[in-house]
Nanobody, 120 residues
């Protein structure tokens, strides 16, 4: 089994910063990519930022230059630094991992979600 444990998030003022972390644990042979999606009521979940072990980082256009994603392969931990936050960044953020587990099965895994609220 694989578990994704998220930490961070919370409330920030516009222009402020927050950090999200996500640690993958369990029967993991290899992590291909980890990152975050976000979702607001009535909207589809969207990719915010992801880091692939071979190709590097990918960002949603609206967060480029403000968010930075990193992946520590040694600890299977991803971190999202969010700077210059805007009210439109308010959402539930879900950690995502694309990894190879036991039996050489590659699959997608999701965290439980953490609320990020940007408000004055």
């Amino acid at each position: 089994q694989v578990q994704l444990e998220e930490s961070g998030g919370g409330l920030a003022q516009p222009g402020g910063s927050l950090r999200l972390s996500c640690a993958a644990s369990g029967s993991i042979l290899m992590v291909y990519a980890m990152g975050w999606y976000r979702q607001t009521p009535g909207k589809e979940r969207e990719l915010v930022a992801s880091f692939h072990r071979n190709t590097g980082s990918t960002y949603l256009d609206s967060v480029k230059g403000r968010f930075t994603v990193s992946l520590d392969i040694a600890t299977n931990t991803a971190t999202l630094h969010m700077n210059n936050l805007k009210p439109e960044d308010t959402a539930v953020y879900y950690c995502h991992a694309d990894l190879l587990g036991l039996g050489y099965v590659r699959d997608d895994y999701w965290g439980q979600g953490t609320q990020v609220t940007v408000s004055s």
